[in-house]
């Protein structure tokens, strides 16, 4: 699904990222790894979600 969303064509690569994690570190890991990607691809939004499991299969359920 991630991989229809980015490829748009062979030669745009666009869309949006979602990401949904517990509350811990590894946040700042992604957020990381997404500066880095938008750097490369700016038109790729990555949007990151964290919280408790409740709260991320939620998010995840609405899509």
Known sequence: ???NE???SDELVAG???IGAGESDI???FA???R???DKYPD???HIQ???AAFVMEQLDKG
Do not use: P, Q
């Open 44 to 46: 790729i939004h990555c």
């Open 50 to 52: 964290s919280g408790n």
């Open 32 to 34: 990381k790894c997404t």
């Open 16 to 18: 949006d990222v979602y």
């Open 6 to 8: 980015i490829s748009l």
């Open 27 to 29: 946040i700042r890991v």
């Open 1 to 3: 699904m991630t991989e």
């Open 36 to 38: 880095i990607l938008h």
